[in-house]
């Protein structure tokens, strides 16, 4: 039962092209959601979030949208630089559950080419 | 401003036996999280512990429990442990219900 699908397992991107990383998610009851990116024997780093209130969040080159009715989020890096270069995970939660439980999807890994 | 703090770094143990992971939160955060990681796949939610008790569990078996110290820092014990359990376990610590969790570096467990 995987409520939160990160379909593509890697992805490969020229330096300075966009990066986008897609999720899929199958809870209606999500009402935010995270990304987080993790390099090799580190924990996961916050990178950007966005509410269900939203369709987008921008934060310097990142930028997460947000669609409600495709159940569906992406982030965009641009420009790609090749410190972007890790695993990405979406992550989303369930407001109203007394806890914060955060769901992962199956991470996609960033090469970023120079 | 220190972050997440998690020790051991590394656990090697057999079958059977149990084991205590160690979690100290980010600095003015009052509430930690377990969460597992398998190779290859994303973290999985264990417990996530405030005021000293556990406030919501994931889908682990009772072996796996915790507990809150006052000083919000935490602790993970897995009783006999299962080859399955060799993972990547990984605290995050947040302030109140905060859906931001900070993450720390993690303990790589491996059961023999």
């Known amino acids: 039962d995987q409520q939160v699908k990160q379909n593509s397992p890697s992805l490969s991107v020229q330096e300075g092209r966009i990066s986008i990383l897609n999720c899929d998610y199958t809870n209606s009851m999500f009402d935010y959601f995270l990304w987080y990116k993790k390099y090799p024997a580190e924990g996961p780093t916050f990178l950007i979030s966005?509410?269900?209130?939203?369709d987008k969040n921008e934060d310097g080159r990142f930028t997460v949208f947000l669609n409600k009715s495709a159940k569906h989020l992406s982030l965009h890096i641009v420009p790609s630089q090749p410190g972007d270069s890790a695993v990405y995970f979406c992550?989303?939660?369930?407001?109203?559950?007394?806890?914060?439980?955060?769901?992962f999807g199956q991470g996609t890994r960033l090469t970023i080419n120079p | 401003d220190a972050g997440v703090t998690q020790s051991p770094t590394h656990l090697i143990k057999t079958r059977g036996q149990q084991v205590t992971l160690r979690c100290s939160p980010k600095s003015g955060h009052d509430t930690v999280s377990w969460y597992q990681q398998a190779l290859g796949q994303g973290p999985q939610f264990i417990f996530q512990?405030?005021?000293?008790?556990?406030?919501q569990r994931g889908n682990f078996p009772d072996r796996f429990s915790g507990h809150q110290f006052p000083n919000y820092s935490s602790e993970l014990n897995v009783n006999a442990l299962l080859l399955g359990d060799s993972a990547l376990y990984l605290c995050a610590s947040s302030f109140g219900l905060a859906n931001e969790q900070f993450f720390g570096p993690g303990t790589r467990l491996t059961v023999l």
């Open positions: 992550a989303a939660s369930e407001e109203g559950q007394g806890a914060q439980k955060l769901v």
């Open positions: 966005i509410s269900s209130i939203k």
């Open positions: 512990y405030y005021e000293e008790e556990e406030r």
